[in-house]
């Protein structure tokens, strides 16, 4: 029962050095979502997808891309990572169903920029 | 906007005691879900419990309940028979119902670190 993955789990960046996140469900979940978790704060959504090859902004997009070119899969890049973007990255999955919309995490990345 | 509030950064509790976490949230809407997530030293996010506006009856699983207060816009979390395993930072989290725009996003509070003492 994998659920959702994230890879990889730590990671350490240069200022200026592009990275890219992967996250994977095997639930067939048509929803999936990037948070960031900085200390004393609750999850920011950075991007999300409602289906694969659509994508959306959240709350905090700048300074990250995301792509959804299969339905199990979700990427978050960071084209030039800065310092502020030192943080714990989640993501997440869930069905269409309303009824059922309970979001399913990863372990999560930590990132640090340097 | 729709803002969580948690309002204990820290709790502690003796082991098989019984604990409330405090959540706080604030809308103008009316069809809405409310949830307790768990986040363990882990840290995956692990649903606790989860409770839809509309229905009155407050939900339960097994040592885990709430107390939604409409009306005062409140949801706490009971956890009775507080055991080891419990202790982790727990966060409430809102989402708009299946009629709002953003209804994708769920809204996040800062979070509660529970200590549970043997």
């Known amino acids: 029962n994998a659920g959702v993955t994230q890879t990889p789990k730590f990671r350490v960046l240069k200022t200026g050095q592009s990275m890219t996140l992967l996250c994977a469900q095997d639930?067939?979940?048509?929803?999936m979502y990037w948070y960031r978790q900085d200390p004393g704060m609750g999850l920011r959504l950075i991007h999300y997808?409602?289906?694969?090859?659509?994508?959306a902004k959240g709350e905090v997009p700048d300074g990250y891309n995301v792509s959804r070119l299969k339905k199990q899969n979700f990427l978050l890049g960071l084209e030039s990572a800065a310092p502020s973007q030192t943080s714990v990255y989640f993501c997440?999955?869930?069905?269409?169903?309303?009824?059922?919309?309970?979001?399913?995490f990863g372990a999560g990345t930590r990132l640090s920029v340097l | 906007a729709q803002t969580v509030t948690q309002s204990q950064p820290e709790m502690s509790v003796q082991e098989a005691e019984t604990v409330t976490l405090s959540c706080t949230y604030d809308?103008?809407?009316?069809?809405?879900?409310l949830f307790w997530y768990k986040q363990p030293p882990s840290r995956q996010m692990i649903l606790v419990i989860r409770?839809?506006?509309?229905k009155q009856q407050n939900a339960t699983e097994n040592r885990f309940s709430v107390n939604f207060q409409k009306a005062a816009k409140s949801f706490s979390l009971k956890i009775s028979d507080s055991q080891l395993g419990d202790a982790a930072m727990y966060f409430c989290?809102?989402?708009?119902?299946?009629?709002?725009?953003?209804?994708?996003?769920?809204?996040w509070g800062a979070g509660t670190k529970l200590i549970i003492k043997p």
């Open positions: 997440a999955s869930s069905w269409v169903g309303q009824a059922k919309n309970i979001q399913y």
């Open positions: 639930m067939n979940h048509e929803y």
């Open positions: 997808s409602v289906g694969e090859g659509t994508t």
């Open positions: 809308t103008s809407e009316s069809d809405y879900y």
């Open positions: 409770q839809e506006a509309y």
């Open positions: 989290a809102y989402r708009s119902g299946p009629l709002m725009d953003s209804n994708y996003q769920l809204i």
